[in-house]
């Protein structure tokens, strides 16, 4: 009579985890399909004039005293009452000025220009409330390139900026290149640190091909394609003549659309003698014509803090749990790399 009560205990207790698992399963599912119908990310908005105010008193509450602090106190409201006493004399209601707005968004570029998805969210709700008269808009830009589609869709997200009226200010302190530079030739104005890289106005492609290797060891790789050109190149078959003639082909191909998208954008230059594949720094690129102003973001942006609204916008997109455990590996593997690559690179050169 033990072992049968025991067993039924038992059994209890299992149809009560099982019970308890499986009500739990629902609720995530439910959860899971109600997050599903919610949006995918949330914008962020941050009023910089207020951060650079914040590092401003925080120093001067550090190296002035207190009888120095309680002078300029008095200084900046004995102004403010004799502006707005100048005001009334005239006779007109006192308003407090409408500033106009400089909005910044951040672009950092990888190979297949993965931060578009924020990019085109942030302008499309700027430009609901961005005004081509007196507004604003500058992009903080880094990025040596990658895929050409990715960065012409980049490319055309900007150029909405460019057909509403608004003026579109790019920055630049480290990279603009290859598909980065396709991006900062829509802009109304570019502006690169002196020691950024510019340029790279060229299509490069490669592949590995082991089909030798495969053949010495009597592996057999077969491609079958509906179309001459279907595959011109292949890592694992034998490559034809015309097959390599082909790709060639259409990376001249790519790099004409290229010339002739930055040739439109900034006239400017002289595409001929940038489409060279060359990168220049910032001197030099604006000798070259292909930037306009040797400046930090950091000094430009700055140097409206006082006549204007300056509001940074990022749209955060929501991460599962999977593409955070493989944003966590693809940054372990780019740390890696960087340090091998920064190894090799100083053996050979100094600055």
């Known amino acids: 009579m033990d072992y049968i009560a025991d067993f039924i205990l038992f059994l209890a207790k299992t149809i009560t985890l099982i019970g308890g698992i499986a009500v739990l399963a629902a609720l995530i599912a439910a959860i899971g399909q109600k997050a599903k119908k919610m949006h995918k990310g949330h914008l962020e908005i941050n009023r910089l004039n207020d951060h650079y105010d914040h590092l401003k008193d925080e120093l001067k509450h550090t190296l002035l005293d207190k009888a120095q602090l309680k002078k300029e106190e008095k200084e900046n409201k004995a102004k403010a009452k004799e502006e707005k006493k100048a005001i009334k004399a005239k006779g007109d209601k006192f308003e407090e000025p409408t500033k106009p707005r400089v909005f910044i968004l951040d672009f950092n570029g990888d190979i297949k220009a993965s931060a578009v998805k924020s990019l085109r969210e942030e302008i499309t709700a700027v430009l609901s409330i961005a005004s081509p008269e007196q507004d ?43 598909g980065g530079y396709m991006m900062a030739c829509v802009a109304s104005h570019i502006v690169a640190a002196p020691f950024a890289v510019l340029g790279s106005i060229g299509v490069m492609a490669q592949l590995p091909n082991v089909n030798r290797l495969l053949k010495k060891h009597d592996i057999d790789i077969e491609l079958h394609t509906a179309g001459e050109y279907k595959r011109t190149l292949t890592m694992l078959g034998e490559n034809t003549q015309k097959g390599r003639e082909k790709f060639i082909q259409d990376m001249e191909d790519t790099h004409e659309l290229f010339k002739d998208f930055v040739k439109a954008e900034r ?56 593409d955070k455990l493989g944003m966590a590996a693809e940054h372990a593997l780019d740390n890696t790399l960087l340090k091998w690559w920064e190894r090799f690179t100083t053996r050979g050169f100094f600055s």
Request: proline share 0%.
């Open 136 to 178: 604003e808009i500058v992009v903080r830009l880094e990025s040596g390139g990658g895929m050409v589609h990715s960065y012409g869709l980049a490319s055309s997200q900007l150029k909405r900026i460019r057909d509403k009226g608004i003026k579109l200010t790019v920055t630049v302190d480290k990279v603009a290149a290859s």
């Open 267 to 322: 006239r400017v230059v002289d595409i001929d003698q940038v489409s060279t594949g060359e990168v220049w720094y910032g001197q030099k690129a604006l000798e070259m014509k292909l930037i306009d102003q040797i400046s930090t973001s950091d000094e430009y942006i700055y140097q409206k803090v006082d006549e204007a609204d300056l509001i940074q916008v990022e749209y955060i997109i929501k991460k599962g749990v999977t």
